[in-house]
């Protein structure tokens, strides 16, 4: 079978919403190739055990980042295209920066993506207690070590995105056992999971789109934490009427702002919203709308150019 590679050269900022431009199309996962991770991983004291192949460095581009997907050809191909560009150049009406925003396309055989990537794709621990790892891979956990699976074919990533990295510490920190939690945009559901491995009580897990859904219930029954989580199809916090005691939404600093209010009303007081997926230029906006909700905040955490912000709902 004959796919095709779509490349779009963009900005770290513009990464989720143009995977999420690239999900809608049709893909079943994307590929961000960013020489900055080269650099960072140089720096890094602590690299989690994840592995680079150094050679390929040169084929990164030295500005913004590449998102590359793979479709299969197909007659309407051509029309997709055109979609996915005219999506991309709306993004700046969100107040994002795309780059320059340039799609390329190239005909590639199934064999040179589908599998031979699978070998640099290894268990990476993202906190103390968690490690991702692929569906594929044996692996042995020490004794205070949990895992989450996932297949990253299936989904929305690999689950070590600074932002979901940041995610995932922040609820590790601040998740109570038995608590009860919201996933506002759970994608892969790798949040969702993580909040159920570290005794969370009851997880509803919430995404508008339809192929989130069904790959965030497929992850929730790899990693047997069905009873815990429910997954659902609904946009934003609309689906949700009681207060829980710990929110968290790893989406772009523009729908946060859409949803902190109501974010504040299903906080029981005492409680924790997490928020991530926000570039560092936009945390100064954020953090006031949380405070002009009613939220003070506990701490601000940073990854590379990626900012999660810990607000608490006094009692």
Known sequence: MKWSEICVHTTQEAIEAVSNILHEAGASGVVIEDVEDFEMMSHREDNFGEIWDETKRDEYPTQG???????????????TIK???????????FGLSIGTG????????????????????????ISRHLTVVPMWEDYTPQPDEKIIELDPGMAFGTGTHPTTVLCIQAIENYLQEQDRVVDVGTGSGVLAIAAA????????????????VKSA????????VSEQITVRQGDLMKELSKPVELIVANILAEVILLFVK?????????????????ISQKKDMVV??????????????????????IAKREA
């Open 102 to 125: 340039a799609v390329t396309l190239t005909q590639v055989d199934e064999e040179d993506w589908a599998h031979s990537w699978k070998q640099f794709y290894k268990p990476v621990k």
């Open 288 to 309: 006031q709308a949380m405070q002009e909700a009613g939220f003070t905040i506990v701490e601000t955490t940073k990854l590379e150019d990626w900012v999660a912000i």
């Open 83 to 93: 979609g996915i560009e005219h999506d991309i150049q709306q993004l700046t009406n």
């Open 217 to 224: 219930t497929e992850n929730v029954a790899l990693n047997e």
């Open 65 to 79: 980042v590449l998102v590359k997907a793979y479709l299969a050809e197909s007659s309407d191909l051509t029309d």
């Open 197 to 212: 491995k570290l005794g969370a009580k009851d997880v509803f897990a919430l995404d508008l789109d339809e192929v989130a």
């Open 262 to 278: 109501d974010a504040y009303t299903l906080t029981l007081p005492g409680g924790h919203f997490i928020a991530s997926g926000i």
